[in-house]
């Protein structure tokens, strides 16, 4: 751990890449996480998609109902408030997150770039017109003009944002240390950014509970809980 408290310490331009892992502490569940996951243990998958809001919207509103109420009723943990921290401290230069619960920002982190869309807003399929995902908790799920409202989050079968993705792509390029925090790396084109920064020169980290699909190109793979681990490496910063 000593080497790496001295590369993150050391770090010229420390970029941070997200998953649902990150938020697991602060009572959401993750996606494939061995029998506790959304996916593993609900079998939910199919309702990520825009397949289900065309055909099976009962279902896929009571489903992101469910998920609106969780990022209402759970926080950010330690660990976003450390990464809030370091962006004030000047040592980390931008978060690039899959997770849409806003956590990140709620913390106080200012540079993030959210590539999978956020669950904080929902916007009309017909008009495109933005309201706050507020609508879905007092049971509103149709827009003024009468189309339906839908979380503002990427589904399957749709393109990520360009401006969060360029984003992205310009920090992990510029990246000399890249730090993984709760992610299986399962889903492109977002697991790409990590191999982007190795190709372009940076030192890859991973902390993840489980082995991800690129511990194998990693410098250093941490198989712990994020909350410990930031904490460890902040009380070295
Ligand atoms: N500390 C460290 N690792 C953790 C913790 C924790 N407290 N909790 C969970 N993990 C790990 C799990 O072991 C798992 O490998 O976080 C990883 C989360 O992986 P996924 O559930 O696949 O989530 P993610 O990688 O963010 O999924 C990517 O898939 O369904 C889509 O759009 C969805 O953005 C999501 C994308």
Not at 37 to 54: E, F, I, M, P, V
Not at 56 to 76: A, D
Not at 181 to 189: D, E, F, K, T
Request: charged share 20%; net charge negative.
């Amino acid at each position: 751990m000593d080497s790496l408290n001295q590369l993150i310490k050391s770090a010229n331009n420390l970029v941070v890449f997200t998953g649902a892992g990150m938020s697991t502490e602060s009572g959401l569940p993750d996606f494939r996480s061995a029998n506790r996951g959304l996916w593993t243990r609900d079998q939910k998958q199919y309702l990520s998609s825009t397949n289900a809001l065309n055909d099976h919207l009962q279902e896929f509103i009571e489903f992101y109902k469910k998920r609106v109420q969780g990022i209402h009723e759970f926080k950010p943990h330690k660990g976003h408030n450390i990464l809030a921290e370091w962006e004030k401290m000047g040592v980390l230069k931008q978060i690039i997150t899959q997770n849409v619960d806003g956590f990140h920002q709620e913390a106080g982190n200012e540079k993030v770039a959210e590539l999978h869309g956020t669950l904080k807003k929902v916007h009309c399929e017909t008009c495109g017109a933005s309201y706050l995902s507020e609508e879905y908790l007092h049971g509103n799920y149709a827009c003024s003009c009468g189309g339906v409202l839908r979380p503002s989050i990427v589904l399957f079968g749709e393109m990520l944002p360009e401006k969060p993705f360029l984003t992205a792509e310009e920090a992990a390029i510029k990246s000399d240390v890249f730090l993984v925090l709760g992610s299986s790396l399962s889903v492109s084109p977002a697991n790409q950014f990590p191999l982007l920064a190795v190709e372009t020169g940076a030192k890859l980290i991973i902390v993840n509970k489980e082995p991800t699909e690129m511990d194998g190109i990693a410098d250093y793979v941490i198989h712990e809980p994020i909350g410990s681990v930031l904490k460890e490496i902040n009380s070295k910063l």
